[in-house]
């Protein structure tokens, strides 16, 4: 058996930077060595025998540990064959010193009988177990003999394992009343960083995370919270991701950004932090190039940002849609998911998006194999609404008399069951005197053979 006993330094929780829970992410952090992890007092001890070989023996586990990997916070540490021992020259800072010179003080167990021990001439671990132990259990306690005999294994150590927790969810108290909303990005910073310990020990990225604050609600003004929180006294922010990340600066800045948008209607007193859904991170491949390392912020991570400062529905995104119609090819929506709110089209049933998806199918293959075939011919800019045109001797005019120069190119939709609408229409490629090449289609009167009586369209502009 080997132990080794961690405990955060006194400057670990000094800084504003620090961890909201020092001990907790350490343990958090120790669990990738060993699932043998537990809290003792401020103290954290953890049995690695198991995990030696797997790291190449007790000196590369220990590089490892302290060099390579270093813990989540400054610490001081000692080694052991207990974790009573490792313990005891944690706390009396003797890292090499045997068992037997270890000071009543660095036993717990012996902490409260330590004045009648040093009176009866005691004053280290070899000297209290030189005593006869039916007398030191009738004058201390069985307590005390059980800790010596597991401190020089001769009886098991047992403990209440650390075990990580399924959900991130971290309060902090605030040491002073805020008033301004920016000025809380300081006490989320560290519970941030104690985010980044659980994902961390977890090997996950967070998609979605909530911020929690408690106002004061002595203030008298505590009651007129916006209608968001309905008169609660607890405000909340809701941040997204569109991938799993573990980029605390990136989340930093989200929360920066919406943070500058709230008024706080009253001071806030306690700080929460939970994730509310996280993802599995996949391993990456890093190139060696240097030109293959890009430095700067992600495109996704700038959509973010983008979304926060200026709202999700000023920063969109297009996805092609499965359609022969042109203006129904593209939908546009929020670049950062999708938008609450009662804007658009309601949402359809079972059996509805059933059918449409059964549509979008069947359509898909037809639309790789004609429309993008000519993809060609279409033009750079469309209109949103087609432009209806003069016809003079059945010649189309915009700016001009147009020339056809391609097509025509015909389209029908309407027939496949479940479409809404229904066009009849020949596309051509024109030249414009002054606008230059556009794309224009002319209305098919069905059961006519006379076409100069149909409706001519601008459509699009070629670039």
């Not at 069985?142 to 075990?163: I, Q």
């Not at 004061?216 to 991938?243: F, Q």
Request: neutral net charge.
């Amino acid at each position: 058996m080997h132990w080794i006993a961690l405990q955060p330094t006194p400057d670990a929780v000094s800084t504003g930077e620090a961890l909201v829970d020092s001990t907790t992410a350490l343990a958090w952090w120790a669990l990738q060595f060993s699932p043998m992890v537990a809290r003792v007092d401020a103290a954290l001890v953890l049995e690695v025998s198991a995990s030696e070989r797997l790291y190449g023996g007790r000196a590369a586990l220990a590089q490892q540990i302290f060099k390579q990997n270093k813990p989540v916070a400054p610490v001081e540490y000692a080694q052991g064959a207990t974790s009573l021992v490792a313990l005891g020259r944690l706390w009396s800072a003797a890292p090499e010193a045997p068992a037997d010179a270890l000071p009543l003080q660095a036993l717990a167990a012996a902490r409260e009988h330590v004045p009648i021990l040093l009176r009866l001439g005691c004053t280290t671990w070899g000297q209290l177990r030189a005593l006869p132990r039916g007398g030191v259990v009738r004058r201390f306690g069985a307590g005390l003999v059980d800790a010596l005999d597991r401190a020089y294994g001769r009886s098991p150590e047992v403990y209440p394992w650390v075990h990580l927790p399924e959900v991130f969810d971290a309060a902090l108290e605030l040491s002073a009343s805020v008033e301004d909303a920016p000025a809380l990005l300081f006490g989320a910073r560290r519970l941030l960083a104690q985010l980044h310990a659980w994902l961390q020990a977890r090997q996950h990225g967070v998609l979605v995370m909530e911020l929690l604050w408690e106002l004061d609600a002595r203030r008298s003004n505590a009651l007129h919270v916006d209608a968001h929180h309905s008169g609660s006294s607890i405000g909340r922010m809701l941040v997204r991701t569109s991938e799993p990340t573990q980029d605390m600066q990136h989340l930093q800045r989200l929360l920066s950004e919406q943070l500058a948008r709230v008024t706080l209607p009253a001071p806030v007193l306690h700080l929460r932090l939970r994730s509310l859904q996280t993802q599995a991170l996949t391993g990456e491949s890093r190139s060696l190039l240097p030109e293959d390392r890009r430095p700067g912020d992600s495109l996704h991570q700038l959509l973010e940002r983008l979304s926060a400062r200026l709202g999700a529905r000023q920063v969109q995104r297009v996805d092609l849609q499965a359609d022969h119609c042109p203006e129904r090819t593209q939908r546009w929506h929020a670049a950062t998911g999708d938008v609450q709110s009662g804007a658009g089209p309601k949402a359809k049933n079972a059996t509805e998006s059933g059918a449409a998806d059964a549509i979008q199918t069947g359509v898909k293959p037809l639309f790789d194999s004609l429309f993008l075939a000519h993809a060609d011919l279409y033009p750079t800019w469309l209109l949103t609404t087609p432009l209806r045109l003069v016809v003079l001797k059945g010649v189309p005019q915009y700016q001009g008399s147009l020339d056809l120069l391609a097509g025509p190119q015909r389209l029908e939709t309407g027939w496949l069951e479940g479409e809404e609408t229904a066009a009849l229409r020949d596309y051509f490629v024109a030249r414009s005197k002054s606008a230059g090449l556009v794309w224009v289609y002319r209305e098919r009167l069905t059961g006519r053979g006379d076409g100069s009586k149909a409706h001519w369209y601008l459509h699009g502009l070629f670039a």
